[in-house]
């Protein structure tokens, strides 16, 4: 006979089932939901360090709908968000929610204590963070917390020592750090962005020099110039036409010992980029390489994997680690974009400071494109992500269409465009939004972000991608 201590929760379960039954399906919804919560190195925890990165995925959701992901303060201020669409499995794919974690960004002057750019420790908190996820009778959580690590953490900075995640091509760049060992000598790498660095790695600098670094008496890594931000030259098949490759890791050697030692040295940034090299925006509209149809090597290392050309079923989509047949948007802008807007009204003026914007990324009908047409996205309802403070990078594989692609406004020729609409107005905005309509069609494209503004207009009617 089953001991007493069993059959009694078994009873409560099959009561709250009926209640839950009874009361309506709001609860019930949320029953499966899975929410999971991943570092920047990629181990599902609920701890993060500052300068991580905090990444989401969730399943157990409504195929085809869209739900909403807000990370938000102990104190409940809105700290970033994105509204994304559930797959047919009824999932949505890790996605970066918070980069650079303690990072004061825009709006930087209502805390009073650090200034934009700088680390804010007190984002170190007992209290829980919380991700929560919102969607058509779905409202749940999962709290979070942001610890102090004993690691030493570095950062890409300007001469100030002030976090920067974009250089304009030809300036200098600089490294600063913290929670280092006390009168040590480090060295610091300038390498290409990698997004799954694992121990052991070899570093390989870009820069003129391998340079060096004295840790002073407190553990600090005093700002130094490592380089002159350069977008290196792609040649051969890689190049693709393109000007080059401009996504860059910094790692600080701590045992100056030419590998990556992970826990030991200190690395911007694994997952994303540490930074990137941009030109500054002269005139004309901002044309990137966007659709994509999902590529990685191993289990997250990007190949842009730009397609312009997508079977009706998907298909020719989805080649890598957790990604299903979808269209897949990834970016890494070369353009400065010029927009700088203030913080949104929705955002806590407080909480707002620890991230950068939010963007939306539309799927419109092919058209010559405008300043301040309006963009009507052809599945229902725009995407909202978070991206990287200073430079715009969008997430790396963000699924924005899954089959089959069938759009829901009338079109005869089944050509479209991406527009990220980087000021949130709805309309496109021509030298801030960004439009996909290059023309390639490359499975090994390494290059993480295409820019080719300089060569092709927005008038051109070439299409940001076709279904067939
Ligand atoms: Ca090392
Ligand atoms: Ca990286
Ligand atoms: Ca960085
Ligand atoms: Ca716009």
Known sequence: MKSLKYIIPIAILTIAVIAASIIGCSKREGFGINIIARNSSLESTDKFGALDTLLVGIDGLEPGRQYEISILHPNGGLISKAKLTASPDGAIPPTALWYDIGLVGQGATANGKVGEGEIDTDVINISAYKIVLKGVGVDVQLPFFIISKAQPIAWASDNAGKLENAFVEGTAVYVSGKQFTANTTVKLYVVEDK????????????????????????????????????????????????????????????????????????????????????????????????????????????????????????????????????????????????????????????????????????????????????????????????VQYGCANGWKMQAIWYPPFESTVATTDNKFDVVVDMDKDGVYTAGVDFVDGVNTNSYSNQIDGINASTTLDVTDPDVGFKVE
């Open 195 to 386: 997004d799954e660095w694992a121990n052991g790695d070899t570093l390989t600098d870009v820069s003129e020099t391998v340079d060096t670094a004295d840790i002073d008496a407190n553990g600090n890594l005093p700002t130094t110039q490592v380089w002159t931000a350069t977008a290196i030259e792609l040649t051969g098949a890689n190049a693709d036409g393109i000007t080059g490759k401009f996504a860059y890791d910094i790692v600080v050697d701590v045992d100056a010992d030419g590998v990556y030692d992970a826990g030991t040295d200190a690395l911007d940034n694994n997952v994303a980029p540490g930074f990137v090299v941009q030109q500054t925006y002269t005139a004309g509209d901002i044309l990137l390489q966007l659709a994509s149809a999902g590529y990685l090597q191993g289990h997250w290392t990007i190949d842009g994997g730009y397609q312009d050309s997508y079977k009706k079923d998907g298909s020719n989509t989805g080649r890598g680690w957790q990604l299903g047949k979808a269209i897949y948007v990834v970016w890494n802008p070369y353009i400065q974009t010029t927009f700088e807007g203030p913080p949104p009204s929705e955002y806590d003026p407080q909480t707002y400071m620890w991230q950068g914007p939010t963007v939306r990324v539309y799927v419109c009908l092919n058209k010559i494109w405008t300043n301040g047409d309006t963009l009507v996205d052809v599945l229902g309802g725009y995407e909202e992500l978070p």
